[in-house]
Nanobody
Framework: EVQLVESGGGLVQAGGSLRLSCAAS????????IGWFRQAPGKEREGVSC????????YYGDSVKGRFAISSDNAKNTVYLRMNNLKPEDTAVYYC?????????????????WGQGTQVTVSS
C-alpha cells in the first residue's frame, strides 16, 4: 500500500521556522520525485517545492525561494522541507505528493500519490 505521511506542521510566529517531513512507503522511492504543495482557504493549490530523488534536481516556487530548502534522506524514504523566515502568507495546509516520472511536475495532476496534509499557521 502506498503511503505518504506528512508531519511537522504547527503554529509559529512570523520570522520563525518549521521543518516538515514526508515519510514514503509502498513504492520505489528512488524512482520518484516528491513535491510539496500548499493550499490556503479560498485559494488554489500551489506548488511550493520538489526534489527528484533520482537525480537530486530541486525546484522552488517564486514565493519561497531563498527561505525554504528541500532535502531527502533516501535511507529513511523521507523528504524534508525546511521553512525559514515564515510569513503569515505561508499559512496553509501543506501536502506532499509523489511524481512517478521523477520529473518534479509543476501541475498537481502529474502526481499520483498524496499525503493527508499538515497545517502550518504563521501568526503576525
Amino acid at each position: 500500500e502506498v503511503q505518504l505521511v506528512e508531519s511537522g506542521g504547527g503554529l509559529v510566529q512570523a520570522g520563525g521556522s518549521l521543518r516538515l517531513s514526508c515519510a514514503a512507503s509502498g513504492f520505489t522511492f528512488d524512482d520518484y520525485a516528491i513535491g510539496w504543495f500548499r493550499q490556503a482557504p479560498g485559494k488554489e493549490r500551489e506548488g511550493v517545492s520538489c526534489i527528484s530523488v533520482r537525480n537530486g534536481y530541486r525546484y522552488y516556487g517564486d514565493s519561497v525561494k531563498g527561505r525554504f530548502a528541500i532535502s531527502s534522506d533516501n535511507a529513511k524514504n523521507t523528504v524534508y522541507l525546511r521553512m525559514n523566515n515564515l510569513k503569515p502568507e505561508d499559512t496553509a495546509v501543506y501536502y506532499c505528493a509523489a511524481d512517478p516520472r521523477g520529473l518534479c511536475g509543476r501541475r498537481d495532476y502529474e502526481y499520483d500519490f498524496w499525503g493527508q496534509g499538515t497545517q502550518v499557521t504563521v501568526s503576525s
